[in-house]
């Protein structure tokens, strides 16, 4: 039996998409199951609730060979470490008290950096690692870069206006990766009972991209013109609290982009073995385009 929290997310959903492919049991943690995808709600075991709840954590890792554990960090709380090592405590303890053969877990890059201990969000996650990794469960934090999917923030002023906004630099090339790859990649480690201990998996997508390199792949694909136009710190935070974040959750995602800037996708060895095949360009013909056009 695996274990799969926030299973209607991008990649969550991904995962227990690629699981059941390969004929695995699959019991995922939810809120509401009404947001399942009704083609596989009815081949999964479900438990109701938050993996913020011990009582819910403790009924859904009975008896599981695997968990994928990913943190949907609450855009209204008040501190990044209740968003991420506060919302994952009841899993933590639940790690050290019935552990489970193995878990997989999303993460970031940036580890050894030196901005890594001022990276908002990217911070807050492998504070939370520690914790996982330190109860002695093997682990293994996929760490990502910023995902292709945050493009769909922008499909409206992409269609309205041919722009999308953002603080990072323009002309710095950094990794990019497509959630389901990185779905992909967590379906493989969680079906392999080989591996043991704690260790990051960088999971890098394809190639380096800068922004306005993206808006041209994306004006290509679109058949209308995007650019990227950078926009000061502070102007977009406000754009994140008017968005309902809290100013925490805010400051955090200013904090991580800005560390982006400084290098912070940056400290990671490109290898086959890390990169990972969804193209940008491939992405936003089968992602963007039906959004922006739709």
């Not at 380096?208 to 390199?213: A, D, E, I, K, R």
């Not at 209308?224 to 994140?240: D, L, N, S």
Request: proline share 6%; with cysteine.
């Amino acid at each position: 039996m695996i274990v799969v929290t926030a299973p209607t997310g991008n990649i969550g959903s991904g995962v227990v998409r690629g699981l059941l492919e390969n004929d695995e049991q699959v019991r995922v943690v939810v809120r509401d199951p009404s947001r399942l995808d009704p083609q596989v709600a009815g081949r999964v075991d479900v438990v109701v609730g938050s993996h913020a709840d011990a009582d819910v954590v403790d009924r859904a890792f009975e008896g599981a060979d695997a968990v994928f554990w990913l943190v949907p960090a609450d855009e209204a709380s008040v501190s990044m470490d209740e968003a991420y090592s506060g919302f994952a405590r009841a899993g933590i303890e639940a790690f050290t008290a019935r552990p489970v053969p193995r878990v997989v877990g999303i993460s970031a890059l940036g580890r050894g950096t030196p901005v890594a201990g001022q990276a908002g969000h990217v911070t807050a996650t492998l504070a939370m690692d520690d914790l996982i990794a330190a109860t002695g469960v093997p682990y293994r934090a996929l760490t990502n870069p910023s995902f292709m999917d945050n493009w769909l923030w922008a499909a409206g002023s992409i269609k309205s206006t041919g722009t999308y906004f953002g603080p990072y630099e323009p002309d710095l090339a950094m990794p990019s990766v497509a959630t389901g790859d990185i779905a992909a990649v967590a379906v493989d480690l969680l079906r392999d009972s080989s591996w043991t201990g704690f260790q990051e998996h960088p999971v890098l997508g394809p190639e380096n991209l800068t922004f306005t390199g993206m808006a041209q792949i994306a004006s290509d694909v679109l058949g209308r013109p995007v650019r990227y136009q950078q926009i000061p710190g502070e102007q977009f935070k406000a754009t994140m609290m008017k968005f309902g974040n809290s100013e925490a959750i805010a400051q955090g995602l200013l904090d991580m982009a800005l560390a982006k800037n400084e290098g912070l996708d940056l400290n990671v060895a490109r290898t086959a073995g890390n990169s990972t095949p969804t193209t940008f360009a491939q992405w936003c013909t089968d992602v963007l385009k039906p959004a922006v056009d739709g």
